[in-house]
């Protein structure tokens, strides 16, 4: 016997394809599939297609969804004139677990990084620059204190500012190259309570 069995084969690759999966990973939880009960694989199988199948993008706010208009969005007690922007669906969870920010959320999908070639085009930004014009009072920019993130809130700031809307940036404090969704509660608290005005 040399190798694995093809299906064995193709289900280690296809793992392998995850984040934070290594080739050793993959094979031992591929082994684990093959031994787990019918049952658990169909009920992962099911999970998996359901997700892609409901899962769309909030036509407000851009975060990932199964309703037609996100839980937040859709909350008339939060606060619609504040608007906090963010690169990923995931930074919105890291925020909303430190229960303090009661406005709602915009999500870009990526940050300028000309060097990657991703430009305004490429991420959310028109769609915040038409958002800001509906009755916004202030735009919190929450990207990560990345170079990218950093040139992404200027680039907005410079869009948005003249409309009359307050632009803010979160305090210092969340550490250079962390990512928003890394950061614990309290450090995010207080980098919330120091925002500044672009
Ligand atoms: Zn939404």
């Known amino acids: 016997m040399n190798g694995y069995p093809k299906s064995v084969e193709k289900l280690i690759e296809e793992l392998s394809k995850l984040p934070g999966v290594g080739e050793k990973s993959a094979v031992r939880l591929a082994f684990h599939l093959i031994d787990a009960p019918r049952e658990d694989i169909e009920g ?114 410079n869009l948005i500012a003249p409309l009359g809307v307050k632009v803010t940036r979160l305090a210092k404090g969340i550490p250079i190259g962390a990512d928003v969704e890394y950061v614990d509660e309290i450090t995010l608290i207080k980098a919330f309570e120091g925002r500044y005005t672009l």
Do not use: W
């Open 44 to 157: 992962l199988v099911e999970a998996l297609s359901q997700t892609q199948e409901k899962i769309h993008l909030c036509p407000d706010c851009f975060a990932i969804t199964d309703e037609e208009v996100c839980d937040i969005c859709s909350d008339t007690g939060r606060d619609h004139s504040t608007i906090c922007v963010v690169e990923q669906t995931k930074d919105i969870y890291a925020i909303e677990r430190t229960m303090n920010y009661r406005g709602v959320y915009h999500v870009l999908h990526g940050a300028i990084s000309p060097l990657e070639g991703i430009g305004p085009g490429d991420i959310k930004a028109a769609e915040l620059v038409k958002r800001a014009k509906d009755g916004v009072q202030e735009v919190i920019m929450a990207t990560n204190p990345s170079p990218e993130g950093e040139a992404t809130a200027m680039y907005l700031r």
